[in-house]
């Protein structure tokens, strides 16, 4: 069993920047895809950035292209979303996943376990 635990949200100013953490424990992460998703109230869970289990392969939603960075300390069981230039429309709950399949993986159904969210606000 994976236990995920998301860390570093909080309130900014748009434009200002953030960096979520999401540590692992009960397993190594190494041989895991990963995943950042997030939900805003009363929308959807979505996609915002995946990355394979050795880092090679990285996936970004069109919204954060060029705004966000996806990264990986697999000898730290840590994986990292770098937040910067923050818009109001980023607020939501972000969540951190791990899926047993490795690949790189953008849907939601691939991933095994999943973190309790942190929740991040970006204010105009």
């Known amino acids: 069993q994976v236990q995920l635990v998301e860390s570093g949200g909080g309130l900014v100013q748009a434009g200002g920047s953030l960096r979520l953490s999401c540590a692992a424990s009960?397993?190594?992460?190494?041989?895991?895809?990963m995943g950042w998703f997030r939900q805003a109230p009363g929308k959807g869970r979505e996609s915002v950035a995946a990355?394979?289990?050795?880092?090679?392969?990285?996936y970004y939603v069109d919204s954060v292209k060029g705004r966000f960075t996806i990264s990986r300390d697999n000898a730290k069981n840590t994986v990292y979303l770098q937040m910067n230039s923050l818009k109001p429309e980023d607020t939501a709950v972000y969540y951190c996943?791990?899926?047993?399949?490795?690949?790189?993986?953008?849907?939601?159904?691939?991933?095994?376990?999943w973190g309790q969210g942190t929740q991040v606000t970006a204010s105009s």
């Open positions: 996943a791990a899926s047993l399949q490795g690949r790189l993986t953008i849907r939601y159904s691939d991933y095994d376990y």
């Open positions: 990355i394979s289990w050795n880092g090679a392969s990285t």
């Open positions: 009960g397993h190594t992460l190494s041989s895991y895809a």
